[in-house]
């Protein structure tokens, strides 16, 4: 990929957060992946990023023992944000999804300078966060990366860092440059892929005011909240310490969906059209299966059944008029009111199905049911036990 050959249209706001740039493949990405694992100190070449948990009852006393940061959950897309050169001198930006997939972001004007070196760029740097469309006051749209971890800057590794300093580090060091930058040159603001923002963090205990006043005047969608440990390091891969919060009619499982349709008799219609043998009725509503994810053996993708999928003829009329192929397809669904698995939406930014140990949290979080009521009940004894270490921690530090 070249790097300075721009496509038409390359200045200005993201057209779309699903394929936020040119889509690396072949040598390119293979490149790409271990030029990440080896910034990383990782053998392994696939997606870097922290995954949480869902939250469960649980964790209501998990968070009396232990300072979390809790923040809202976007409904947009997660990407690591990486900061790279193309070799001739020049910034190169990648988006990587959760498929390990890497988007060049084809923007000239997109630039995040070094503190000390306004002209300069940061390279060797991993940020983390979640790509969104704000609307603005006056209605316009804007695309937001909001970052809420970083894995390394300027190959200088921070995932056994905690939180806390993770944060300070990225605010400082690209942040706050990125900030004074656009500040001083706004006329380069409309020419920008995205704004760069930091996620906004709270201690655990504020849960009345981010149902009060953070969640309803959000200029984006929202799902629900993260519990982040502040006092642990980034962990690849599935982070116990990393707690997804969801209403309970709202949690979910990403499934990949098996149809099974019907071979039916020809009518006497079809007969005197000419149709005489049997034949797959692809018009009416299939049976399906969801299954989950169990692992690889031998190369080979291995999954298990979950549960059968009930779709209604309306949905199955909106499926087919996509015009796609719906087979192994992975999607997203809940749990309807009379306990059937039901479809919320396609889920084509994900490659897999959820591991069957995410199934088994997931679900426990539908049986084990936390509401907002819950955790507001039991954030005035979060914030009694986060005093209480910060005054043993400041006793300690005397002594």
Sequence with gaps: MDHNQLPPGAEGPLRTIEEPGIKADGDLLQTLRREVAELLGRNALGFPGAQPVSFGARHIEELSKQDYYVCEKSDGIRYL?????????????????????FWFIPNQYLRFPLSENPTGFHQDSILDGELVIDTLPDGRQEPRYLVFDCLIIDKKLLVERTLDKRIAYVKQNIYDPYKKALASRPDMRPLQPFILQMKDFQFSYAIDMLFATVLPNLPHGNDGLIFTCRNTSYKHGTDEHILKWKPPEENT?????????????????????????????????????????????????????????????????????????????????????????????????????????????????????????DLQKAAPEWKVQYKARAEEAKRAAKR
């Excluded at 299939?286 to 298990?304: I, K």
């Excluded at 426990?364 to 936390?370: A, N, P, T």
């Design 253 to 373: 499982l990403d499934c990949r969906i098996k149809l099974h349709f019907p071979t039916v008799e020809p009518t006497a219609d079809e007969m005197a059209e000419g149709i005489t043998e049997p034949f797959v009725d692809y018009d009416s509503v299939p049976s399906a299966d969801l299954l989950v994810f169990a692992g690889r053996e031998r190369g080979a993708d291995q999954y298990d059944y979950f549960n059968p999928l009930y779709i209604t003829e309306e949905e199955w009329d909106t499926l087919k008029s996509l015009g796609d192929p719906l087979d192994d397809r992975i999607v997203e669904c809940n749990l309807d009111d009379q306990g059937r698995w039901r479809i919320v939406r396609l889920r084509d930014d994900k490659k897999e199905a959820n591991h069957r140990s995410t199934m088994a949290s997931v679900l426990s979080s539908i049986h084990d049911r936390v509401t907002d009521k």
């Design 81 to 101: 944000l990486y900061l790279t050169h193309d070799g001739a001198g020049n910034g190169a930006n990648y988006f990587i999804d959760r498929k390990n997939d």
